[in-house]
């Protein structure tokens, strides 16, 4: 069973109606009801909780983090970040969504701002699958199609991705790195661009598959843990010889 932790700002769906309307019990309860099942164990976080929801306990049994958050960044405690930092580099999975690209936490883990261009015109988002080899594109068609969404264009300030698993076409005629792998440490991260707030695209099957395929994508492995450690006795004999660079 793979553990999930859906953390979600949940700021939105309190002030926007329209929002409300959508998700009337949040983004993350959405995503969480969305993926749930086959495998997949799903709980919610919010920004509001004491520890942000996020706390030691609960990270150490987070096998996939999943995250979601647009207004409130700067206000996510940094002792947080550090701490979902840390895991990420342990080998917990990270799967940032839609204006995630602006967290503190993705930012730290890419080491670049992340900035993008965007619209909200209630346009049309056609998602190519580039990689359709690729477990996160598992059962996937060609393409996605979502009637309305939000834009996000290039320039996308980030490293290169270790992979590019799909990339979105605007009505507008922009195109934007939408789906995007890296590792950092023991931990695999996903980028997945759909999201906007007030778009029913968490209800939407095919993007709930992305989802859940990233999910079991992300999940630790169970290789062999590193250790890092001086090693004063060498595993097979070293032949005496003069230090490098000392004199005779």
């Known amino acids: 069973m793979i553990k999930v932790t859906v953390w979600n700002e949940y700021s939105h769906e309190k002030i926007n109606p329209r929002v409300r309307e959508i998700y009337p019990e949040g983004i993350h309860k959405a995503i969480a009801a969305g993926i749930a099942g086959n495998g997949i164990q799903a ?8 520890e942000h929801g996020l706390s030691e306990s609960v990270l150490a049994e987070t096998d996939v983090l999943i995250w979601w958050g647009h207004l409130l960044h700067e206000q996510v405690d940094d002792a947080i970040v550090e701490r979902v930092h840390q895991r990420v580099l342990d080998g917990m999975g990270l799967i940032v969504l839609h204006s995630g690209h602006f967290s503190k936490i993705f930012r730290k883990l890419m080491g670049t701002g992340c900035a993008l261009s965007w619209r909200i015109a209630d346009e049309k988002e056609r998602l190519w699958v580039i990689d359709p080899s690729h477990p996160i594109a598992e059962g ?46 023991l931990g ?10 007030t778009y029913p695209t968490y209800h939407n099957a095919e993007i709930l598959k992305v989802i859940a395929n990233a999910v079991r994508w992300a999940a630790p492995s169970a290789g062999t843990k590193p250790i890092y ?10 032949r005496s010889r003069p230090v490098s660079g000392g004199q005779d």
């Open 43 to 50: 709980e919610t976080a919010t920004q509001d909780q004491d």
């Open 140 to 185: 996937l068609g060609a393409s996605i199609e979502l009637e309305r969404e939000e834009m996000y264009g290039e320039h996308f300030d980030i490293p290169a991705p270790d992979e590019l698993i799909f990339v979105s076409w605007f009505e507008g005629g922009e195109v934007f790195r939408s789906g995007c792998t890296y590792r950092r440490g």
């Open 188 to 197: 695999k991260i996903f980028y997945f661009r759909p999201g906007h707030e």
């Open 229 to 238: 450690q001086e090693i004063p006795v060498s595993l097979e004999p070293i």
